[in-house]
């Protein structure tokens, strides 16, 4: 069990961002509007470079309050701009926030008194996704469904709960200097791995529904492409180090990824395969309306016919990019 982190405890918001000036604004409003007293708050935003106004959007912020900072994080990755970040803090609890997510009012203040109901060493809520868009309310809809993400539970859970990892998080200092900050050796997917030492180190991660942050996914085919894609070469990276990371459900779609090739070979080449492979796929079209039909209930037409194909681009996209990190070198 942790220690008590006593009454009311310094927290450090760490925020990374990079180009994001159409939704930093909309984060910092967030942080700005926590009950939590901003005499005990510390808002430390990195920066890696960004070309737009986020810069500027920050520096007015940091000029009416005077808790929120901006740092430069010269190594641009999301990883590296945390460590600088809580490097340059002070506080006894880190909670992170990405530039394209944000805080119900309420929220330190709840993650606080969760920290020390429960003695986690990190806790975190739900991911809850709001799209501007027909494609991004879909990839919303479906990033949310168990069919969609497999074990993220921190998409769909509604019961509090010890897991393998949590989005953002707020966690304890102590947790950080016992098992290490973030590894900046990985763009992406450096939550789950930090969360995955925590845990080796004896310590516990707890979701809890009563926790949701606001999230802008994105907004187009390939963007949601290349980023489950990288979240799989990223996931494999980390396995070849230490392959407890891995669940049975993250082998699902690599598998697919390599089967679906054969499948389709031995259906051309043998006509009496050809039916296997015609039922697999309509199996697998089936599941995807019906997951997509659950997934979009009282959404707009317009959303709830594209969530099915969101399925198969994340399910593919992160197969081979797990594939492509398993077969990376470095």
Same mark, same amino acid.
């Given at each position: 069990?942790?220690?008590?982190? @006593?009454?009311?405890? =310094?927290?450090?918001?760490?925020?990374?961002?990079?180009?994001?000036?159409?939704?930093?604004?909309?984060?910092?409003?967030?942080?700005?509007?926590?009950?939590? %007293? *901003?005499? /005990?708050?510390?808002?430390?935003?990195?920066?890696?470079?960004?070309?737009?106004?986020? +810069?500027?959007?920050?520096?007015?912020?940091?000029?009416?309050? %005077?808790?929120? +900072?901006?740092?430069?994080?010269?190594?641009?990755?999301?990883?590296?701009?945390?460590?600088?970040?809580?490097?340059?803090? #002070?506080?006894?609890?880190?909670? /992170?926030?990405?530039?394209?997510?944000?805080?119900? %009012?309420?929220?330190?203040? +709840?993650?606080?008194?969760?920290?020390?109901?429960?003695?986690?060493?990190?806790?975190?809520?739900? =991911?809850?996704?709001? $799209?501007?868009?027909?494609?991004?309310?879909?990839?919303?809809?479906?990033?949310?469904? !168990?069919? $969609?993400?497999?074990?993220?539970?921190?998409?769909?859970?509604?019961?509090?709960?010890?897991?393998?990892?949590?989005?953002?998080?707020?966690?304890?200092?102590?947790?950080? &200097? /016992?098992?290490?900050?973030?590894?900046?050796?990985?763009?992406?997917?450096?939550?789950?791995?930090?969360?995955?030492?925590?845990?080796?180190? $004896?310590? +516990?991660?707890?979701?809890? %529904? &009563?926790? !949701?942050?606001?999230?802008?996914?994105?907004?187009?085919?390939?963007?949601?492409?290349?980023?489950?894609?990288?979240?799989?070469?990223?996931?494999?990276?980390?396995?070849? @180090?230490?392959?407890?990371?891995? /669940?049975? *459900? *993250?082998?699902? !779609?690599?598998?697919?990824?390599?089967?679906? !090739?054969?499948?389709?070979?031995?259906?051309?080449?043998?006509? #009496?395969?050809?039916?296997?492979?015609?039922?697999? @796929?309509? $199996?697998?079209?089936?599941?995807? @309306?019906?997951?997509?039909?659950?997934?979009?209930?009282?959404?707009?037409?317009?959303?709830?016919?594209?969530?099915?194909?969101?399925?198969?681009?994340?399910?593919?996209?992160?197969?081979?990019?797990?594939?492509a990190g398993l077969l990376r070198r470095q």
């Amino acid at each position: 069990m942790s220690e008590p982190l @006593g009454e009311l405890p =310094m927290v450090s918001v760490v925020i990374p961002a990079l180009d994001e000036e159409r939704h930093i604004a909309d984060c910092l409003d967030s942080v700005v509007a926590q009950t939590y %007293p *901003h005499e /005990r708050m510390e808002v430390i935003v990195a920066d890696g470079g960004s070309t737009d106004a986020t +810069r500027e959007i920050v520096a007015g912020y940091a000029a009416r309050h %005077p808790f929120i +900072r901006l740092i430069d994080n010269r190594d641009r990755i999301q990883a590296a701009g945390l460590n600088r970040a809580i490097e340059s803090s #002070r506080g006894d609890v880190v909670a /992170r926030l990405d530039a394209h997510a944000a805080w119900p %009012p309420g929220h330190l203040s +709840r993650c606080v008194r969760l920290l020390e109901e429960t003695g986690a060493d990190n806790v975190g809520g739900t =991911m809850s996704a709001v $799209g501007d868009t027909p494609l991004a309310d879909a990839i919303g809809c479906a990033t949310a469904s !168990p069919f $969609g993400v497999g074990g993220a539970r921190y998409r769909y859970a509604t019961r509090q709960q010890d897991v393998d990892t949590v989005w953002l998080g707020c966690m304890r200092r102590s947790a950080l &200097e /016992r098992a290490g900050l973030y590894d900046e050796s990985l763009a992406v997917h450096e939550d789950y791995e930090l969360n995955h030492r925590i845990r080796r180190s $004896g310590g +516990r991660v707890v979701f809890s %529904p &009563e926790l !949701p942050v606001t999230y802008w996914p994105r907004e187009a085919w390939g963007a949601l492409a290349r980023q489950y894609f990288r979240y799989g070469a990223a996931k494999a990276r980390v396995a070849r @180090g230490d392959a407890g990371v891995l /669940r049975p *459900h *993250h082998l699902v !779609p690599p598998l697919a990824v390599a089967l679906a !090739p054969v499948a389709m070979l031995a259906g051309l080449c043998r006509p #009496r395969r050809r039916r296997t492979v015609l039922l697999l @796929g309509s $199996g697998y079209a089936a599941a995807c @309306g019906v997951a997509g039909a659950l997934a979009s209930r009282g959404r707009p037409p317009a959303v709830r016919r594209r969530v099915p194909f969101v399925f198969p681009v994340v399910h593919l996209s992160w197969g081979a990019g797990f594939w492509a990190g398993l077969l990376r070198r470095q």
